[in-house]
């Protein structure tokens, strides 16, 4: 698990298991990317779901296909809303893919940029601070220099 923000984690893949120790360092929100039926059994959302019930803390599945920066860029009007709206909610929020190397660091620099402000060198440095592992998709970087104008679909 990565802080980014005070309100904000990301990394990978999280399971019931993890619930405990997330709950213990302040995490009140999880938001997977990952895809159901395709990342894992949409029965493993499930009992993700649940078991998040269980430790009072709120989940939200936003599928977004694997290495796929376009997929990335248009799910992330969505994606961004839940995670703003959980935010502003108070919630402490842990996003995650399957690796946590592309899909959820795109996403939480994507934030940086269109939530907090940043211009993107700021918020690429500071993601990297954070990790220097993860791999933003260059696509996601370009879109938003360009001021996150619309893609052809």
């Known amino acids: 698990m990565r802080q980014l923000r005070p309100q904000l984690a990301f990394g990978p893949s999280v399971h019931p298991i993890d619930l405990p120790r997330l709950r213990r360092v302040g995490i009140t929100a999880v938001l997977s990317l990952q895809q159901p039926d395709i990342d894992l059994p949409r029965r ?63 996403l939480a620099l994507a934030h940086l940029v269109r939530h907090e402000l940043l211009d993107v060198d700021t918020a690429l440095a500071e993601l990297l601070r954070c990790d220097a592992g993860v791999r933003p998709y260059p696509t996601v970087i370009a879109w938003l220099r360009g001021g996150f104008a619309e893609r052809p679909t």
């Open 44 to 106: 493993a959302v499930e009992r993700m779901r649940a078991a998040c019930g269980e430790h009072q803390i709120a989940f939200h599945n936003v599928g977004v296909h694997d290495y796929d920066p376009d997929a990335l860029i248009a799910a992330l009007p969505a994606v961004l809303a839940v995670l703003d709206r959980l935010i502003r909610g108070g919630r402490t929020v842990y996003v995650h893919c399957t690796e946590g190397i592309n899909r959820a660091p795109s």
